[in-house]
């Protein structure tokens, strides 16, 4: 923790305590020696304490389990398990990732912290993204593909 703790605070000290600035985090690595909610609700914890205005959850895409590049190329986190998990393919269930920021909102809100938690990983349709806000399961819905393919994703909805 101590380099995203360092991180956090050396951009807190130049944008100040107006300037919203969060924090993205692994709810799950999704490889065999990495966090695991076990983890990651504690590290959400420490980040809610420090004053993250926001906690962003993502999963997967670490390099620990990518395959071997050949050589000269550069290695890939996408090309493992782990890579595949941070954006849900299509046989994955809508709102993959929804159980992890579920899981460390419950633990930040019984620590204490109202920090606003938000959720990412294939959220298609603006029902799922009302039930999960209206669930409790997170705060703020996070969207990358869905605004890649119609940036009006939003506006429509
Ligand atoms: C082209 C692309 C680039 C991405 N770059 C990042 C990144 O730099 N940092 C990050 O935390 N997530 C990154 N992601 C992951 C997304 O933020 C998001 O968590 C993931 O795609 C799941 O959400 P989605 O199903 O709405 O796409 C990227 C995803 C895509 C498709």
New binding site residues.
């Given amino acids: 923790m101590r380099l995203p703790i360092e991180v956090f605070l050396a951009v807190r000290s130049l944008v100040g305590e107006n300037f919203p600035l969060g924090v993205?985090i692994n709810g799950e690595d999704f490889t065999l020696d990495g966090n695991t909610l076990a983890q990651s609700t504690r590290i959400a914890v420490k980040l809610a304490e420090i004053g993250a205005d926001y906690i962003s959850v993502?999963a997967g895409?670490r390099f620990e389990d990518a395959k071997v590049p050949e050589p000269g190329k550069p290695w890939d986190p996408m090309s493992g398990y782990s890579g595949h998990r941070?954006?849900?393919w299509f046989w994955w269930p809508d709102g993959t990732h929804v159980y992890l920021a579920e899981g460390i909102r419950r633990a930040v809100r019984e620590a204490g912290y109202e920090t606003p938690i938000v959720t990412?990983?294939?959220?298609r349709e603006p029902s799922l993204a009302e039930e999960i806000l209206k669930e409790g399961k997170a705060d703020i819905i996070?969207?990358?593909?869905?605004l890649?393919a119609d940036p009006d994703w939003p506006k429509k909805s």
């Fill in positions: 993205r993502s895409s941070m954006s849900p990412a990983g294939k959220i996070g969207l990358c593909r869905a890649l």
